[in-house]
């Protein structure tokens, strides 16, 4: 049982990594909120010292009253919304086929979990190039071979395409807790219901279901916090062009387009409350499952 001295001893060696983390965190947002009342231009020459003109709530206005606001909003939870939905879906198939016993189940595990690791830039040029270039493209032979003309992904069906980038890349995170999950599961409970001639999808429904609440939880609100901010894939495959402009790159353009930071900083904090929003309704709608 810990004593007195030996909690105030773990709180002493705690305080410096919890005062790096705080401060990592706080002073970011309190220099974007600083920046988001000011106008701020460095590349035109601006600099801190010389003092920024406070615009009040200038840049806030301007950037909700942009005519691709409420869109790029749209376009972010349409993405992470379709993303989600994939990995999901996708994921727990995926989870009991690799908790099934098969020859080289070891290295199919790694290949399932291999596109995780690789980088989101790497991975949107190999889908943009290798894949879904119209001309060239694997799946533009594909197309041919079956006597059909092929589309150009990233133009006709840009949304899409960027939703099924990332959810290649997601994928293998997905598929990797609720696996855990699965192994946890109770043997005896199938075999019980088995025994009494319960069918395979009364089993999965009513049995396997409900144990990956908590795993499916989990997965939902780590990749959200994440998919929140999808930049990269965007920025290397179409630019932010054919309806694909995401609230994040928005930011981005509005930064480079204007050279103004406090433009840009108040478009940041729309995006954080974009995101506390978006974390408060999963977690009062998937979140009670933690508690289960």
Known sequence: MATKASRSAARFM??????LLLGWMLVPLI???WFSFTKYLPLRGDSI?????WVGFANYSRFLSSSSFWPSVQTTLVMVGGVLLITLVL??????????????????????????????????LVWKNMLMDPVNGIFAHLWRFFGAEPVAWLQDASLSSIIMIVSWQWLPFAT?????AIQSLDSEQLEAAEMDGAPVLKRFWFIVLPHLARAITIVVLIQTIFLLSIFAEIFVTTGGAFGTRTLTYLIFQRVIDSQ?????SAGGVYAIILANI?????????GKNLDA
């Open 91 to 124: 994921g727990i198939l995926l989870a009991i086929l690799l908790d099934q016993p098969m020859w080289g189940q070891g290295v199919v595990r790694i290949l399932v979990i291999a596109p995780f690791f690789v980088m989101p830039t790497v991975s949107a």
């Open 14 to 19: 705690m305080a410096p990594a919890v005062v």
């Open 278 to 286: 978006v974390a408060i309704f999963l977690m009062r709608i998937v």
């Open 49 to 53: 010292d010389r003092g920024l003109d």
């Open 260 to 264: 103004n930071i406090g433009l840009g």
């Open 176 to 180: 990797l807790i609720l696996l855990t």
């Open 31 to 33: 220099m974007t909120l």
